[in-house]
């Protein structure tokens, strides 16, 4: 099923991770609201018209930052010319591992990697023989590991292995399920498996997490800003990561930001609680950016902008939608009931509301973007887009570009 050339064509993405559990990818895909889904998972939107105009006046480059885009494709997408509009270096074509491919696909495949396109393999779920056309073409084979039990899947990784291609397990939605395939040898990791809670009673916080919680109150409740910086001694790791972060977004900034005093006198009591909501999905040890920050902060900006653009005249709303998408991830690093968690701060009532039973405009817009993010539950994304008319997928998708290029900022000096 084609989709009319004005159909409202939403943007998603599932994130890739290696073995090292470093993000390395995003896969993008494309729905529309009101449309068979089917239409979007055969690959025909992935039109480099649909990839290329999808993010406004910023470039994929932008969006993707120093991540790749694996982009599902057609045999008539790779055979067009439209393909080269698209970053080579920047992309992973993914074709079905059934495709058939003459010598004119194949030579083109060719082609393109030359130009620096990366070609995988989707729906590698049986291979009972191995003659795939297209197999010496590919780089990567993608396994969707809930097609297969335990068994199966150990049977295929022993056939998939000594072709000495990456493997790439798809649709991992917990960390045991995760586990499974690295052992079997899977070098990529498809899914938000990482930002799963895993409920422990009882589990107590971190030092560093208490402390920005305890940071996170006082500025709540208007606390002067000698008793902040006081909370902040002793901690060297939250210091360097909120400088960090700081310079790293704040740009514009005349001079880099040295001290939390600093922080607090440039940027503001308002930005310094944005920062700390952050800080508590930060390596305490000023490490590397990881996964879970990377999506805490690109829902929070993406609720911030959404709002900025769709709810207008709440002239405070979009604060507390990036303040509802950052804390709404907590459950994966605390172990422990969103509602436990938020209950002793002093939130104003609709964060409480929108993250505990997603009610009113943050809990829908909270709901939205938890369903771009699975790219699947199709009867309630549509449900959701119908509560609030007047939603494009047009100024979603801009919103999602601009708050993907936001959070990559983090990444970048990290």
Same mark, same amino acid.
């Given at each position: ?193 990482? $930002?799963? !809670? ?6 107590? #916080?971190?030092?560093? =997490?208490? *402390?920005?919680? +305890?940071? @996170?109150? &006082? ?62 999905? $930060?390596? !305490? ?6 996964? #879970?920050?990377?999506? =805490?902060? *690109?829902?929070? +900006?993406? @609720?911030? &902008? ?62 939205? $973007? ?45």
């Amino acid at each position: 099923m084609m989709l009319p050339l004005d159909a409202d064509i939403f943007l998603a993405r599932q994130p890739i991770l290696d073995r090292e559990q470093k993000l390395v990818a995003y896969e993008l895909l494309f729905r529309s609201s009101g449309v068979d889904r089917a239409a979007v998972a055969d690959g025909r939107l992935a039109t480099a018209r649909v990839v290329a105009n999808a993010f406004g006046e910023m470039s994929l480059g932008d969006v993707l930052g120093p991540y790749k885009a694996y982009i599902n494709a057609t045999p008539d997408f790779v055979l067009g010319p439209e393909v080269e509009i698209l970053p080579g270096a920047s992309v992973v074509l993914e074709l079905p591992a059934d495709t058939p491919a003459d010598e004119a696909l194949l030579a083109r495949c060719r082609e393109l990697k030359q130009q620096g396109f990366t070609f995988a393999l989707g729906g590698v779920a049986e291979f009972a023989e191995i003659n795939l056309p297209l197999l010496p073409e590919a780089e990567i084979l993608k396994v969707d590991h809930l097609l297969l039990d335990n068994h199966q899947l150990f049977l295929l990784a022993c056939k998939l292995r000594p072709l000495q291609k990456k493997l790439l397990a798809e649709k991992i939605e917990n960390q045991s399920q995760m586990e499974h395939c690295f052992d079997l040898g899977f070098e990529y990791f498809q899914g938000y498996y990482f $930002a799963r !809670p895993t409920l422990i009673s009882g589990k107590k #916080l971190t030092h560093s =997490a208490m *402390t920005v919680m +305890r940071l @996170l109150d &006082l500025i709540l409740k208007d606390a002067d800003t000698a008793a902040l910086e006081r909370s902040f001694k002793g901690e060297p790791g939250l210091t360097l990561n909120l400088l960090r972060l700081t310079n790293s977004c704040a740009s514009g900034l005349a001079v880099r930001i040295a001290s939390v005093r600093h922080a607090i006198t440039i940027l503001g009591r308002n930005q310094l609680q944005r920062w700390l909501q952050l800080l508590l999905y $930060a390596d !305490p040890e000023g490490g590397e950016v990881g996964p #879970l920050l990377q999506l =805490a902060a *690109t829902r929070g +900006r993406f @609720l911030e &902008l959404v709002t900025q653009k769709f709810l207008p005249r709440q002239k405070d709303l979009p604060d507390r939608a990036f303040m509802v998408g950052i804390l709404s991830l907590l459950p994966a690093v605390i172990g422990q009931p969103i509602a436990d968690i938020i209950t002793p701060l002093p939130l104003p009532p609709d964060v409480k509301q929108a993250l505990i039973e997603y009610k009113g405009d943050l809990g829908r817009l909270l709901a939205l $973007a938890e369903q771009l993010e699975k790219a699947d539950g199709d009867a309630t994304f549509n449900g959701l887009i119908a509560e609030m008319p007047g939603l494009r997928g047009a100024l979603l998708t801009e919103c999602l570009a601009q708050a993907m290029a936001w959070a990559n900022m983090l990444a970048r000096d990290s």
